[in-house]
């Protein structure tokens, strides 16, 4: 084996082998649970649909009495009377019936929670598809560090020989120069890819959550699709931005309904009960239909305003699976380059690795300059960095595809952990509960999501 092939060997398999793979090292599975546990994005993002889940609350609670409790006093001082009075009063009002009005909100606010649990699982996929990049770029960077020390090292060895066959007159100032030259280039290229692995290291952090004490090796890449075509049909049947979208639609629809029924009657009932001074005590009670005969227009702005909203809504949705689809496409085209690109690199560093083993000798003899030994080192370093960058770019790319595909997510990637369940929240508050058994079965509920 060959300096070189010894140096090279020694760079890129440096993680897995001149370092023990401690019971410490992160997997990218730890990585990915990492990520999805210390996430602010999705912190954020489960909070804003359990906001949705309490428009839902809202809307069942508009049809239920509201009770308001008043107490007053009053001076008075007239030339015939004066003195204080005081009165409490108990007052109950309750829409007896709306013709559609609370049914339609219901269904459009249900409609939006369901869309924004979609969101959610959108997000998901972002932050773990941030943190297998992330993983992904710094291993890379660290086995680019790794070629770059290695050829630090041997460029260090071809000076130290140039110099030693400059004394005895086997070649002249000028080979020396060349090879002093090659390694300052070397040692700057050295402290770039070592920048590099800073920068990975930052990204790493932010996207995981801490710093990683070292990394195991990849895993086997997860299971896609057999085509392109199974791909944009797993997606178009999958992908949360469409399924957000298509209850973005049906929202809109009951929004329509919603415009409808605002334009028809209400019924309210009215019950009073007051308990003043003076044994002025009453008791009052009142039925109440209202119909707006005429709105300004507004009732029939709103009505169209919620046409063009459902239009809007269904062009989006078009587009989206239009988009959705396009991006399957080049997640696809994007792995078939990569694995092109690897197959071409190991071509490369195997004709690079036959090459510089044939200039090395026939430097020996003579017939080869030191600028010819460097510079057949410098092609294979080439291959071996291409060879990174190719594979770095085929792994991401197969997650990638999954992303497109709505696929990678905590469950499909069975990481084994318990996840958000987007349902607790909703079922503790979609009746409305107050303070009962069901709002202490909500406090549990918030205390889990503390936790």
């Known amino acids: ?227 392109l075509a199974e791909a944009q049909g797993v997606a178009r049947g999958t992908h949360p931005s469409i399924r957000q979208l298509q209850h973005q639609v049906s929202a809109s629809e009951a929004g329509i309904a919603l415009a409808k029924a605002n334009m028809g009657p209400s019924l309210t009932g009215n019950i009073a009960a007051t308990d003043g001074s003076k044994k002025s005590d009453s008791f009052s009670a009142s039925v109440t239909l209202r119909q707006t005969i005429y709105g300004g227009g507004k009732p029939s702005s709103l009505y169209r305003q919620s046409l063009a909203s459902r239009d809007q809504s269904r062009a989006a949705l078009n587009q989206t699976t239009a988009m959705v689809l396009q991006f399957v496409g080049i997640a696809w085209s994007s792995i078939e380059v990569a694995k092109a690109s690897i197959s071409a690199s190991d071509r490369q560093i195997s004709s690079a690795q036959t090459a510089y083993d044939g200039v090395k000798e026939e430097a020996k003899l003579g017939s080869r300059t030191t600028l010819d030994v460097l510079n057949a080192e410098q092609e294979l370093l080439a291959a071996r960095n291409s060879r990174l960058s190719a594979q770095a770019s085929y792994y991401i790319g197969i997650y990638t595809l999954l992303a497109r595909m709505g696929l990678l997510t905590v469950d499909h990637l069975k990481l084994g952990i318990p996840t958000y369940d987007p349902e607790a929240y909703y079922n503790a508050v979609k009746s409305a509960p107050a303070t009962s058994s069901q709002g202490k079965r909500l406090d549990r509920v918030l205390k889990a999501i503390g936790n």
Do not use: C
């Not at 370092?19 to 909070?47: F, M, V, W």
């Not at 889940?53 to 609670?61: G, I, L, T």
């Not at 309750?94 to 997000?123: C, H, P, Q």
């Not at 972002?126 to 291993?139: E, F, I, K, M, N």
């Open 1 to 227: 084996m060959s300096k070189l092939s010894k140096f090279l060997r020694i760079g890129v398999l440096g993680a897995a082998l001149a370092l023990p793979q401690l019971a410490s090292a992160e997997s990218l599975a730890d990585a990915l649970i990492a990520a999805y546990r210390n996430s602010n994005i999705l912190d954020q993002n489960r909070a804003v649909l359990r906001a949705a889940d309490e428009d839902v609350a809202q809307a069942v609670a508009s049809l239920r009495p509201v009770l308001i409790f008043q107490a007053g006093s009053s001076y008075t001082h007239t030339p015939m009377t004066e003195g204080l009075t005081g009165s409490i009063q108990l007052l109950a009002e309750m829409t007896l019936f709306d013709f559609g009005r609370t049914a339609a909100a219901i269904t459009a606010r249900k409609e939006t929670v369901l869309a924004t649990r979609a969101s959610l699982v959108n997000y998901e996929q972002d932050v773990l598809l941030d943190a297998v990049t992330a993983y992904v770029t710094l291993q890379q960077r660290q086995d680019a560090v790794a070629l770059r020390q290695a050829n630090v090292r041997l460029i260090t060895q071809e000076l130290r020989a140039s110099k030693d066959r400059f004394e005895v007159g086997e070649i002249t100032r000028t080979d020396v120069a060349i090879a002093d030259s090659r390694l300052a280039s070397s040692q700057a290229e050295l402290a770039a890819a070592m920048g590099d692995l800073a920068v990975a290291r930052e990204t790493y952090k932010l996207k995981i959550g801490h710093y990683p004490k070292s990394l195991q090796r990849l895993p086997k890449m997860p299971r896609t699709a057999a085509n």
